[in-house]
């Protein structure tokens, strides 16, 4: 079993900057691939960033230039830094990973509200 939690969101202004981060624990895991989604009202859930063991990087299109994810694998640790955060960022941030036994595993989420 996996436990996640997320820390960092917050309220900022459009242009501001945030940093999330993502702490695994558990006993006898083996992480693959982490990534953040984000939920905004009304809209389904979207991939944001991952990042895989070998530390390759996706974006989606929205972010790119403005997000990087990055791993700290002694500490089970993901981070994202989000600049030039925009209103259409605005949502329930989500870290999510998968085990190299296949299995998928949830944060409760962290709120990023950013204001015009």
């Known amino acids: 079993q996996v436990q996640l939690v997320e820390s960092g969101g917050g309220s900022v202004q459009t242009g501001g900057s945030l940093r999330l981060s993502c702490a695994a624990s558990?006993?006898?895991?083996?992480?693959?691939?982490m990534g953040w989604y984000r939920q905004a009202p009304g809209k389904q859930r979207e991939l944001v960033a991952s990042i895989t063991s070998a530390s390759t990087t996706d974006y989606a299109d929205s972010v790119k230039g403005r997000f990087t994810v990055w791993r700290e694998y002694d500490k089970n640790l993901m981070s994202l830094q989000m600049n030039s955060l925009k209103p259409e960022d605005t949502a329930v941030y989500y870290c999510?990973?998968?085990?190299?036994?296949?299995?998928?595993?949830w944060g409760k989420g962290t709120l990023v509200t950013v204001s015009s």
């Open positions: 999510h990973v998968s085990t190299r036994s296949g299995v998928q595993y």
């Open positions: 558990g006993s006898g895991f083996s992480l693959n691939a």
